[in-house]
């Protein structure tokens, strides 16, 4: 059973930093594009980031490009989202996504507020 378990959201202040990370389980995920989505409040989920089984090679929307970076842990079964220099409209709920199964997790909160 493929399970996404995302973590690592909470309140930050502009410019400001998070890490969030999604542990994957029920497949093999070292052979397997991820992907973190986001949705804001009364807005379509959109794509922010994408990270390909080959060669880690990764693609970014461009609202976070040089701002955020994904990445992942083969050994750990997790990828991540770092998150900096947030600003105000980074606020919304943040979803890992794995497209070969079309399973999606839970989603983390991240709200960039002074």
């Known amino acids: 059973q493929v399970q996404l378990v995302e973590s690592g959201g909470g309140l930050v202040q502009p410019g400001g930093s998070l890490r969030l990370s999604c542990a994957a389980s029920?497949?093999?995920?070292?052979?397997?594009?991820m992907r973190w989505y986001r949705q804001a409040p009364g807005k379509e989920r959109e794509l922010v980031a994408v990270i390909t089984s080959v060669r880690d090679s990764t693609n970014y929307a461009d609202s976070v490009k040089g701002r955020f970076t994904i990445s992942k842990d083969n050994a750990k079964n997790t990828v991540y989202l770092q998150m900096n220099n947030l600003k105000p409209e980074d606020t919304a709920v943040y979803y890992c996504y794995a497209p070969r199964f079309n399973s999606w997790g839970q989603g983390t909160q991240v709200t960039v507020s002074s």
């Open positions: 029920g497949f093999t995920f070292s052979q397997s594009t």
